[in-house]
């Protein structure tokens, strides 16, 4: 089927936190599958786009309709329709659209305000800890040798190793917890759980990504060493617009000032700010500037 170019509001309503028409609406929403059929039509047809555009759209969404998407997904935590439900905990709609925008700067912003339109972002990491152990939990045992039997793999595997490596990013690049030689807001009991489930994980047999993310989240979780407190710290700066100028080639540290409208990124000087506006050498801020009530 020969979609046409996706806007942020396709994702909206693919999720159904917005109403309207659209053409990646492959089934009527009636059970969570139906919901996740329609997200991946709209990713399939994302990634057809350069870089930048999909970067314009994912921020556009980002900024309009964030706050909405994570309350449903700190309230829906088992849907009541679809198969396999207990499946659904983690792989779900709004696991797939957080997914693909994660790494924005929106995200980071949405996690750090203190609006209370973004109180939802405030137990995202608990959220998603909690149910990447109750996906865990709901799928074992699984062998670790012989080998899984053939499709197992993506439908168990493949998503855990995705939760898995966005909670350690995440992790990383948003909180401070980890610095202050806190763990993260788990109850004890999940926290634990986890763990067990990281250290299984990490001896899975011929899935050596998955070995090395549930190595890197469990010593997030567990270490309190200096070594750890510098790893977040480096993280978290690859992917904070506000550590150096956002006029690409410039290299300035000090005295930064935000975008007064999206807040996501930084200039040493109002000159470079007006020059990466419409920039021709690099992906321009303009498409991905959005003011946003978070």
Same mark, same amino acid.
């Given at each position: 089927?020969? =979609?046409?170019?996706?806007?942020?509001?396709?994702?909206?309503?693919?999720?159904?936190?917005?109403?309207?028409?659209?053409?990646?609406?492959?089934?009527? $929403?009636?059970?969570?599958?139906?919901?996740?059929?329609?997200?991946?039509?709209?990713?399939?047809?994302?990634? $057809?786009?350069?870089?930048?555009?999909?970067?314009?759209?994912?921020?556009?969404?980002?900024?309009?309709?964030?706050?909405?998407?994570?309350?449903?997904?700190?309230?829906?935590?088992?849907?009541?329709?679809?198969?396999?439900?207990? &499946?659904?905990?983690?792989?779900?709609?709004? =696991?797939?659209?957080?997914?693909?925008?994660?790494?924005?700067?929106?995200?980071?912003?949405?996690?750090?305000?203190?609006?209370?339109?973004?109180?939802?972002?405030?137990?995202?990491?608990?959220?998603?800890?909690?149910?990447?152990?109750?996906?865990?939990? =709901?799928?074992?045992?699984?062998?670790?040798?012989?080998?899984?039997?053939? %499709?197992?793999?993506?439908?168990?595997? $493949?998503?855990? =190793?995705?939760?898995?490596?966005?909670?350690?990013?995440?992790? #990383?690049?948003?909180?401070?917890?980890?610095?202050? %030689?806190?763990?993260?807001?788990?109850?004890?009991?999940?926290?634990?759980?986890?763990?067990?489930?990281?250290?299984?994980?990490?001896?899975?047999?011929?899935?050596?990504?998955?070995?090395?993310?549930?190595?890197?989240?469990?010593?997030?979780l567990s270490s309190r060493s200096d070594d750890t407190r510098q790893c977040s710290r480096a993280m978290r700066k690859f992917y904070d617009n506000s550590s150096q100028c956002g006029l690409p080639g410039c290299e300035e540290t000090e005295n930064l000032k935000a975008c007064a409208r999206c807040l996501?990124? &930084?200039?040493? #000087?109002?000159?470079?700010?007006?020059? $990466?506006?419409?920039?021709?050498?690099?992906?321009?801020?303009?498409?991905? #500037?959005?003011?946003?009530?978070?």
């Amino acid at each position: 089927m020969d =979609f046409p170019v996706p806007i942020a509001e396709d994702l909206a309503i693919a999720l159904g936190i917005a109403q309207g028409e659209s053409a990646f609406i492959l089934k009527p $929403h009636v059970v969570e599958n139906d919901r996740i059929t329609n997200v991946n039509a709209f990713v399939s047809r994302l990634a $057809h786009l350069p870089k930048p555009e999909q970067d314009a759209i994912l921020s556009e969404f980002s900024a309009k309709y964030l706050p909405a998407m994570m309350d449903r997904w700190a309230t829906d935590l088992l849907p009541t329709t679809g198969f396999p439900r207990e &499946y659904f905990v983690l792989v779900n709609g709004y =696991f797939w659209a957080v997914r693909i925008i994660y790494r924005l700067p929106y995200f980071g912003k949405f996690l750090m305000s203190k609006e209370p339109i973004a109180a939802p972002g405030k137990h995202f990491v608990t959220s998603l800890g909690a149910r990447l152990t109750l996906f865990g939990l =709901f799928h074992l045992p699984l062998p670790t040798e012989p080998p899984l039997q053939e %499709g197992i793999e993506d439908f168990y595997l $493949h998503p855990v =190793f995705l939760a898995v490596t966005m909670l350690a990013t995440i992790l #990383c690049m948003s909180s401070k917890r980890i610095e202050r %030689g806190k763990r993260v807001d788990i109850s004890n009991e999940v926290l634990n759980s986890l763990l067990s489930l990281l250290d299984a994980w990490r001896n899975q047999r011929g899935h050596q990504d998955l070995a090395d993310a549930s190595n890197q989240l469990h010593w997030l979780l567990s270490s309190r060493s200096d070594d750890t407190r510098q790893c977040s710290r480096a993280m978290r700066k690859f992917y904070d617009n506000s550590s150096q100028c956002g006029l690409p080639g410039c290299e300035e540290t000090e005295n930064l000032k935000a975008c007064a409208r999206c807040l996501t990124v &930084y200039y040493c #000087c109002p000159e470079h700010q007006r020059a $990466h506006w419409n920039s021709k050498e690099s992906p321009p801020h303009k498409p991905v #500037c959005f003011q946003t009530a978070y």
